[in-house]
């Protein structure tokens, strides 16, 4: 059974890095795609983007350059950094297992990151 | 991008009552569709993929159809425990899209 724990700071104030971190447990992360969905307070999910396990990334375009997914096979986990947040990057954000182009059938619990001055 | 139009945005039924929720695709996607489930505090779970193929663990009570832009997903007998939000996605083609979510009600 693969289990995903996430974790990360939860309070950041506006210019500065969003960083969270997931850790993969019982199953490899070969063969799949690593990726993040966020939801902001009181509306829908947003795809962020995904990793595979040699490195590849694929972003959603709207986030417009400012993130970057990476992953270390060695520590089994993978992370996601998001620069010059505002606001509007308040969010639940998710980790996923998916397989490409492909549904996400494993996530993480969630971690709540409020964007504040 | 693939825009995903759920609908209703919410909707309250009784326990044993049969629950639709459309989702529609802005452009045709196939069968590359997946419904997930989310309750706070929780993982979200995966309940169907590829429109119709129901996730190992759930119950038989969801099922699927559709193909090309219009999808549905069916509560066959409603449970106080499927008081939740649901979300369609497409992963037809990249950027992966969602729909914007039907929470469902006990009444």
């Known amino acids: 059974q693969v289990e995903l724990q996430q974790w990360g700071a939860g309070l950041l104030k506006p210019s500065e890095t969003l960083s969270l971190s997931c850790s993969v447990s019982?199953?490899?992360?070969?063969?799949?795609?690593w990726g993040w969905v966020r939801q902001p307070p009181g509306t829908g999910l947003e795809w962020i983007g995904e990793?595979?396990?040699?490195?590849?990334?694929n972003y959603n375009p709207s986030l417009k350059g400012r993130v970057s997914i990476s992953i270390d096979t060695s520590k089994s986990q993978f992370s996601l950094n998001l620069n010059s947040v505002t606001a509007a990057d308040t969010a639940l954000y998710y980790c996923?297992?998916?397989?490409?182009?492909?549904?996400?059938?494993?996530w993480g619990q969630g971690t709540l990151v409020t964007v504040s001055s | 991008d693939i825009q995903m139009t759920q609908s209703p945005s919410t909707l309250s039924a009784s326990v044993g009552d049969r629950v639709t929720i459309t989702c529609r695709a802005s452009q045709p996607i196939s069968t590359w569709l997946a419904w997930y489930q989310l309750k706070p505090g929780k993982a979200p779970k995966l309940l169907i993929y590829k429109t119709s193929s129901l996730q190992s663990g759930v119950s038989s009570r969801f099922s699927g159809s559709g193909s090309g832009t219009e999808f549905t997903l069916t509560i066959s007998s409603l449970q106080p425990d499927d008081s939740a939000s649901y979300f369609c996605q497409q992963y037809n083609t990249y950027p992966l899209t969602f729909g914007g979510g039907t929470r469902v009600e006990i009444k």
């Open positions: 990793v595979n396990h040699s490195g590849g990334a």
């Open positions: 996923t297992r998916g397989g490409g182009i492909y549904y996400y059938d494993n």
């Open positions: 019982g199953g490899s992360l070969t063969g799949y795609s």
